[in-house]
């Protein structure tokens, strides 16, 4: 989750050259990614470092390889081209496969990978952990199809100061060897972010919505101070994500004169709010009603609304 934990002091040096990175995970070379689209894509934000995230992206969840597949599919045919995958869910060949018979060129397409490493707390093992981590990610994509990713990320922070920043040592040697354009992270707290103190993650993201209690207007300064897009994960609750019926009945009150659904109207909530999500749905419904967020507009009335609601109590 996005709980912000003290983090240990850094009792390492965390100087590495890149050259001892490749000792740790020797790679291959890695192609040349073509630059995203934008004018294949609805709508993106433009990172700190020119590229763009896309608003909608579609997390693939842990189960088999066959699903996967079925389900990244599904997904391209209700619109997304941004997809999240991780490793430890054990099906990116199937989700990589989907992509490749689907027939999209890789250029209309946004791939984020994460990668867990977050139980070493030493630079040197972290490091070595995160660089095995994301060459096993990037190998299991290659057997389905999928020649690298556009972004790397951290899944969690590593519990010390000195392991965050060999987590964030390899993820900068990845993308100096080719196999990414970006990096970012996810679940880091402030104190996270501020110990990367080289370079800043492009995306952070968190459990953002209007069903998880945050000082929201307080979590989007933070980040734009330090130059962070934020991404919101289960938009709409989940199991680890909980989401009011009070809260969702309100939501659809506010979208029914416009035909609108609750869900809907959270998310775009969260487009508006200007931060990023990434949902995942196995009802070809849902996903077409999540991509066609894009499409509407609440009022600032209705922002500011539903700004009050993310504070109010709720009954289930």
Not at 38 to 65: E, N
Not at 267 to 285: D, E, M, T
């Amino acid at each position: 989750g996005c709980a912000r934990r003290k983090i240990m002091p850094d009792r390492t040096n965390p100087s590495i050259s890149r050259a001892a990175l490749l000792r740790i995970a020797p790679l291959t070379t890695f192609p040349a990614l073509p630059s995203f689209a934008s004018t294949s894509h609805k709508a993106g934000v433009l990172l700190r470092d020119g590229s763009l995230l896309p608003l909608a992206s579609f997390g693939v969840q842990i189960y088999d390889d066959r699903t996967a597949e079925a389900l990244t599919l599904q997904a391209l045919k209700a619109g997304f081209t941004s997809f999240f995958t991780s490793a430890d869910a054990g099906n990116q060949r199937g989700f990589a496969r989907a992509l490749a018979q689907s027939g999209v060129q890789r250029s209309n397409l946004f791939v984020a990978a994460s990668v867990l490493s977050d139980d070493v707390e030493s630079f040197t093992g972290a490091r070595s952990r995160t660089a095995r981590a994301c060459v096993e990610s990037l190998r299991n994509l290659e057997r389905g199809g999928l020649s690298g990713v556009d972004m790397l990320m951290l899944e969690r922070p590593a519990r010390t100061r000195a392991g965050i920043a060999g987590q964030w040592s390899a993820l900068r040697g990845m993308r100096d060897a080719g196999a990414c354009q970006s990096l970012g992270v996810c679940n880091f707290g402030l104190d996270e972010l501020d110990a990367l103190v080289e370079e800043s993650p492009l995306v952070n993201q968190l459990p953002f919505s209007l069903g998880v209690r945050m000082p929201h207007a307080a979590v989007l300064k933070a980040h734009a101070r330090r130059g962070v897009q934020l991404q919101a994960w289960g938009p709409l609750g989940g199991p680890d994500n909980y989401f009011p019926k009070s809260l969702l009945a309100e939501c659809a009150a506010i979208g029914r004169p416009s035909g609108w659904s609750g869900q809907q109207v959270a998310l775009r909530w969260i487009l508006q709010s200007g931060v990023a999500f990434c949902v995942h749905s196995g009802n070809p419904r849902h996903l077409r009603d999540d991509i066609a967020v894009l499409d509407f507009e609440l009022s600032e009335e209705a922002m500011h609304t539903l700004s009050a609601l993310a504070t109010k109590p709720w009954s289930a």
